[in-house]
């Protein structure tokens, strides 16, 4: 993957701008020295690196407005950083940046239950969100599997979902109104802890615009009662196209249960070893996961059990216990842990329209095949959001590069059965250059105008999303 | 009057517009001041794909509401978010068509539970201010690749572009519903009990209070049992509220429903003449708003967030209601009332700068329903 060249006139004036920085934020808020630096040289996705020129971590907004200004004034590239968990790069810097962690901005504001909101600082992390309320019986509803590290702030940047968004939608679903400065240091107000917009729609298109038009640092968020209680059931099937069909049979009959996970064989295999979780070996297995009273999950998991026995499950285990639950999501939770564990991985993200699962689970073997990496499949399957995890070998000379091109072939293949090329995690560096295979160049142009808007200088987190060569006149045009 | 038959034609006419155009679906919103030549998507219209297995459905900007809510009823499926129909308030004929409904997010009292409009649209596909046909989003309920321009189109007002084609994530249809009605109530208690209602697990999808009945009305809905059950134990939990009573009779109960979502009680026929806003709040304000209204209030939806009013003509209510965060759009009035106090909220100039600038880019030559959502600043 490639990155822009670094700015050397930005590199040479390296002493001035941190000595700048130095004197808007406390002294331990400017990190420049090479050997601390490297803690930020890359996200997630650990196959590409760069230290910064400098990391910040200011502690309020109007310390963010200051450090902005500055780098404004200076031109220099800022990227936004929450706690770098984004699979995507879309917090690797580049040898010229300003990363921008807001880190220390952790606070909660305000919790209000009359009006169902929680106002945080966006360094917060998601799962201290729903932390914040749980003992009053509310949560916050998206739940990436790394809730436990990743902060609201990049939840924003990449409109994050989790297992449960089925029900509860992602990110932009759960967002009222942000406070957010611009690249320019303007301090910004976006909706609020009312329902919808006066005017256009901007907290819509900010959600999921990867720290590329302002640096948001409060966030009202929706919160919601927690339902009296929630129930899996696993099954497990003899083949991937069976449990495809069973997901689409369990849609099509009216019932919308909070979560449909799929896992194929391979990913099974992994996870029982590391965990131990009691799954069945078998090809596919799904946990579909109900909520309500004890009553209304009887009644939902009895619809649900009746479809899935007409596919000749394998396995059919409702959960009986608070402890059985917890098992049965132990082994989908720990299932990038556990491929972690045997092998190097990389992570995809595509979706794909429901009712294509059982073609592409198909092709994605025989690409398997082809290219002679093993794959294994975990993901949110009741919205085709599919996260195949391509097994390789780090160390090994090329097998990075060919993971990745099997990689692109895969997200080709979404795209080319109606999908897209990613459902949660965001474009960042990893998507960058396959946009042209979803978007026509028009369709591209347009969203680089709402860039051009909100940053038309073109310095917040410049070098993501868009194929580079599409944004070169623009990120040259504004160095 | 342009009526282009797909969007080629659209990308012409817009294209090789001289002047301003204004533009339709089933002409039943035309609220503002926008002017210039009549351009309508009405024929843009059709289903072209429809998976129920896949919950999505994607459909001409022309196709009329009610094209799309057959199609899906009839594999017991529904759109969400419970579209306003604006025909009885704003006194017009026609046919709602989804362009129309998307481009003024059109959501009703399912919104605090199912989200706006804005949040089933899952793609979009439009023809710019310059003739440029562009799509964004797709016919899959997660995509983040790219900006999310679906957001920015829906409530956009025709003023970014014009939509010709749409998809939505549906759900399954509603086996049954119940409601439970709180009567002799004031504004305070009402909130209050709206907030009980909605801070409780029994998922409520409808919260609204008639001021003038002093009457709270709380939707339950899903399967029989679980319908039963809940509306039960909210009963229970909203005692000290007064003693609920559950509609019995089904062709009442939607029928309210109908018209706290198409804002029936500010219509001419019930509400009087009079300019209608709609004022958009936390609930928590809402007792606030409804002591500085006093009785132009007629309704309040979205459990206190939505407050319908009906004010004497030319009355500049945003000024009575300084100070409480949220915004108020003037819907109905006639043409110099829109020109003298703006149809939609002012913003702070930093937001009205973004709004304006994006439509310079999206529309450099201005010709999109001009007048209409002008990005005036609070400055000005
Ligand atoms: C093991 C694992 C499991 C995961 N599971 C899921 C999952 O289930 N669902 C899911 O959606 N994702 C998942 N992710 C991806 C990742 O956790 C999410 O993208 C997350 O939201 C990133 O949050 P972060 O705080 O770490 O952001 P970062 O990685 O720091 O940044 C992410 C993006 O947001 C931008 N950004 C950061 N802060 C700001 C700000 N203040 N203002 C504006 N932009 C900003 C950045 O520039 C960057 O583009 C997973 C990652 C890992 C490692």
Redesign the pocket.
Known sequence: MQMPQPDPAIIQRKAEIVARLQRVLPHDAVIHEEHETRAYEC??LTAYRCPPLAAVLPASTAEVAAVLKVCHEEGVPV?????????AG??LPTADCVILG?ARLAEVIETNYPDRYIRVQ?GRTNLSVTGAVEEDGWFYAPD???QL???I??????N???AHCLKYGVTTNNLLGVTMVMMDGTVVEIGGAHLDAPGLDLLGVICGS??QL????EATLRILPKPEGARPVLMGFDSNEVAGECVSDIIKAGVLPVAIEFMDRPCIRATEAFAGAGYPDCEALLIVEVEGSPAEIDEQLGVIMQIARRHDPVELRESQSAEESARIWLGRKSA?GAMGQINDYMCLDGTIPVNELPHVLRRIGELSEQYGLEVANVFHAGDGNMHPLILFNANEEGQLEKCEAFGADILRLCVEVGGCLTG???V?IEKRDLMLDQFAPDDLEAQLRVKDVFDPRWLL?PA?VFPLAVTQNRRQAAG | MLTPRDEAELSEAIAGASGALRITGGGTRPSGRTRGEVLSTGHLSGIRLYEPGALTIVAGAGTPVTEVEEALAAQNQRLPFEPIDHRRLLEQEGVPTIGGMVAVNASGPRRIQAGACRDSLIGVRFVDGAGTVIKNGGRVMKNVTGYDLVKLLAGSWGTLGVMSELSFKVLPGIAATATLRLGGLAAEGAVAAMSAALGSPYEVSGAAYLPDEGDVILRIEGFEASVAYRAERLSGLLERFGAARTLTDRAEEASRWRAVRDAAACAPSEGGAGDVWRISVRPSDGPQVAERLGSRMRLVDWGGGLIWAVVPEGQPLRRELAGIAGHATLLRAAPETHAALGMFHPEPEALAAVSRGLRARFDPRGILNPGLMDGASAAA
């Open positions: 996200d997630a990227v936004p950083r929450g706690s770098g968990t984004s699979l879309g917090a807001v966006t990436p599997s790394s590290a990743c902060a702030a990049g939840n924003i940047g990449m994050s979902g989790g990867e720290g302002g640096v948001v640092t990038f949660e995690h965001g960042g987190n993501k």
